[in-house]
């Protein structure tokens, strides 16, 4: 099945970008998603990429996805203290469930 | 307003006692799932239901059981059998089509004192 990893920890100043990294396994992976947690809530997603493209780009979000590398990022542009969170790379294969990587903390600071 | 409503937020269990978390959604979604987070270790898939009255073993089934007599209901109930219930459960669901990605509960945290 799907394996997910992800960096556990990222630390960045406010008004810089930041760039999370995601590496997956099953080459067959047909959408790849990425999952914002803010303290004690659920998983809100904020974008997602279909396999057959490059880039995606949604406000101060851009997703990059190398599929001969198998390596997903997350760019948050301008980063505000409100983006400290937990970042969750997930990515599904036809009809099974979706697979999570651990997260990666986002620490903003002013 | 459409959503997926987990209750209650805060629950304690005596060791030895079953519990049940509530996981409802209006969404008119037909999949759902319960998934369980410890610290450091992501998102565990415990159980999921892909249409009513059917549901399949997850990743870490055992001491957990569930129920989908409803579309809209996808209760879970740990058992005196999970030696570690202490953890952060998450319901989500999704339309069953795929690529629209899970939607989110707030959670449920269950403490055994």
């Known amino acids: 099945g799907e394996d997910v990893e992800q960096s556990l920890f990222l630390s960045v100043r406010e008004g810089d970008s930041s760039v999370i990294n995601c590496t997956y396994t099953?080459?067959?992976?047909?959408?790849l998603y990425w999952y914002k947690q803010e303290p004690g809530a659920g998983l809100q997603l904020l974008t997602y990429?279909?396999?057959?493209?490059d880039m995606k780009q949604d406000q101060r979000l851009t997703v990059l996805l190398n599929k001969k590398d198998k390596h997903l990022s997350l760019r948050i542009a301008d980063t505000q203290t409100g983006d400290s969170a937990i970042y969750f790379c997930?990515?599904?294969?036809?009809?099974?469930?979706?697979?999570f990587g651990k997260g990666t903390m986002l620490l903003v600071s002013p | 307003d459409g959503g997926i409503t987990q209750s209650p937020k805060y629950l304690f269990r005596k060791e030895g006692q079953n519990v049940t978390l509530s996981c409802e959604q209006n969404l008119n979604h037909d999949a759902m799932y319960w998934y369980r987070q410890d610290p450091g270790q992501g998102l565990r898939l415990i159980y999921y239901?892909?249409?009513?009255?059917?549901?399949q073993k997850g990743d870490i089934a055992e001491g957990y059981s569930v129920s989908r007599e409803k579309k809209e209901s996808f209760p879970l109930t740990v058992t005196s059998a999970q030696k570690n219930p202490t953890a952060f459960y998450l319901c989500?669901?999704?339309?069953?089509?795929?690529?629209?990605?899970?939607?989110f509960g707030s959670g449920t945290r269950l403490t055994v004192v």
């Open positions: 990429i279909f396999s057959n493209m």
């Open positions: 239901s892909q249409i009513v009255n059917d549901f």
């Open positions: 099953d080459s067959s992976s047909t959408y």
């Open positions: 997930a990515g599904i294969s036809g009809y099974s469930t979706l697979t």
């Open positions: 989500a669901s999704e339309p069953g089509q795929g690529g629209y990605g899970y939607t």
